[in-house]
């Protein structure tokens, strides 16, 4: 079982960045991979970036590659998204959520295949 809370979100202008954090409660957190996903209004819930146990795999989807960064510091039981040079489609409520994996390395998973989730943030990216 794991707790999650993100924080970070707000308002930005296009071309500015915003770091997402998820803060994790359990003992068991070196256990889950991690993952970010996001919903804008009238669409589904989309994959953005996902992280393995260790931190050493991560996978993004094509539309975030190159200006989000997702990490993790296990010591500290957190998870991060780092989100450049965002543009106003990236405007979503940001999901941080947990897979209890047995792979040691990140693989996409769905929405629904995460067992875990976060209650969401809001980030609106205004032109």
């Known amino acids: 079982q794991v707790q999650l809370v993100e924080s970070g979100g707000g308002s930005v202008q296009a071309g500015d960045s915003l770091r997402l954090s998820c803060a994790a409660s359990?003992?068991?957190?070196?256990?889950?991979?991690m993952g970010w996903f996001r919903q804008a209004p009238g669409k589904e819930r989309e994959f953005v970036a996902g992280?393995?146990?260790?931190?050493?795999?991560?996978l993004y989807s094509v539309s975030v590659k190159g200006r989000f960064t997702i990490s993790r510091d296990n010591a500290k039981n957190t998870a991060s998204l780092q989100m450049s040079s965002l543009k106003p489609e990236d405007t979503a409520v940001y999901y941080c959520?947990?897979?209890?994996?047995?792979?040691?390395?990140?693989?996409?998973?769905?929405?629904?295949?995460?067992?875990?989730w976060g209650q969401g943030t809001q980030a609106t990216v205004t032109s």
């Open positions: 959520a947990a897979d209890r994996t047995s792979f040691s390395e990140i693989v996409y998973r769905g929405p629904h295949e995460y067992e875990y």
């Open positions: 359990g003992r068991t957190f070196n256990n889950y991979a």
């Open positions: 992280i393995s146990r260790s931190g050493r795999s991560t």
